[in-house]
């Protein structure tokens, strides 16, 4: 198995990741990536591309910016990783939560549109229009 290289382009981090090298960028402006430069390269190191891998899986995940980088900090700082682990628990607790809420109020509205839909049938109906002919 090849091993991975000690440092890595954008471009190399962007093709591996399946993003835009603007992206990669973005998530430096905001402070989670510390690239050194070569001249005007950016330069990352493998540190670098874990905290990119893990604020794509955050953001995966829908978790904020703030989120992402509090969890990104807590594994930095961390001797034991309890706390970091004890933490993420509590925020996947709080993004499934709203998820849930979020799959409720949507299927509480598609209940909605149903009985709307039916009641402009009926009323078409009602008026000898077939529905499916203003479709």
């Not at 005007?40 to 190191?45: A, G, I, K, L």
């Not at 955050?58 to 594994?75: H, Q, V």
Request: net charge neutral; charged share 35%.
């Amino acid at each position: 198995m090849p091993r991975q290289p000690l440092t890595f382009g954008i471009s190399d981090l962007a093709k591996e990741f399946g993003i835009t090298p603007r992206t990669i960028r973005f998530w430096e402006d905001q402070g989670l990536l510390s690239p050194h430069r070569e001249g005007r390269n950016r330069v990352f190191s493998r540190r670098d591309r874990a905290h990119l891998k893990m604020a794509l899986r955050g953001k995966r995940l829908g978790l904020s910016l703030a989120e992402i980088k509090d969890l990104i900090g807590m594994y930095e700082t961390a001797q034991d990783e309890t706390p970091q682990l004890l933490e993420c628990l509590r925020i996947m607790d709080r993004r499934r939560a709203a998820l849930e809420q979020q799959r409720e109020d949507i299927e509480a509205m598609l209940a909605e549109i149903a009985q709307f839909e039916s009641q402009c049938r009926e009323e078409l109906g009602r008026r000898g229009i077939d529905s499916k002919e203003t479709a």
